[in-house]
T-cell receptor, first 115, second 115 residues
């Protein structure tokens, strides 16, 4: 069965700290995609990254980086030198090749960055 | 500007009433989706449509109905049969490429409250 687990419900950090958001997924498909979305207080989900199951290279985009490890079924997200504007709920999601583009979401991690 | 619009932003409904949530996109996307978000939870798929005049039930379709008469529009009706409709509703769209290789982009959401 497909499932996405974000075990951290809430994380609180002080500005400039590094923070890692964990994501563990379950799937029987060999072809699948993993996503991260950001939901600021306004409510709209903002797409951050898509990674396919055949590409385990880590990715860096500015202060954001993602670590994909198939061996542990994890797709973790790290924010370096966090800022107050990073405060949001972050969702990890899974899409399976057999599931026609259906996104399976984790419950989300609420990140609060304090000045 | 290209994007997804949802209206209204806030909606109040009396018990027993049907209400319709609007979703419009000008991204020329073929696929559109409706999700429901409850506090502290991830998003759950209500309905999706891959092409005009076609739509499929998602995981929690009971008490909801949709139509897809135009490529740009995918309205959601919350009927009186939906027992607990108070939630945040998000519409998304994607290009509709082959299964799983597609990124969904989200609108700003509609917050529905039943009085």
């Amino acid at each position: 069965a497909q499932k996405v687990t974000q075990a951290q419900t809430e994380i609180s950090v002080v500005e400039k700290e590094d923070v890692t958001l964990d994501c563990v997924y379950e799937t029987r498909d060999t072809t699948y995609y993993l996503f991260w979305y950001k939901q600021p207080p306004s409510g709209e989900l903002v797409f951050l990254i898509r990674r396919n199951s055949f590409d385990e290279q880590n990715e860096i985009s500015g202060r954001y980086s993602w670590n994909f490890q198939k061996s542990t079924s994890s797709f973790n997200f790290t924010i370096t030198a966090s800022q107050v504007v990073d405060s949001a709920v972050y969702f990890c999601a899974l899409s399976e090749a057999s599931g026609y583009n259906k996104l399976i979401f984790g419950a989300g991690t609420r990140l609060a960055v304090h000045p | 500007d290209g994007g997804i619009t949802q209206s209204p932003k806030y909606l109040f409904r009396k018990e027993g009433q049907n209400v319709t949530l609007s979703c419009e996109q000008n991204l020329n996307h073929d696929a559109m989706y409706w999700y429901r978000q409850d506090p502290g939870q991830g998003l759950r798929l209500i309905y999706y449509s891959q092409i005009v005049n076609d739509f499929q039930k998602g995981d929690i379709a009971e008490g909801y109905s949709v139509s897809r008469e135009k490529k740009e529009s995918f309205p959601l009706t919350v009927t009186s049969a939906q027992k607990n409709p108070t939630a945040f509703y998000l519409c998304a769209s994607s290009m509709g490429r082959p299964p799983a290789a597609d990124t969904q982009y989200f609108g700003p959401g509609t917050r529905l409250t039943v009085l």
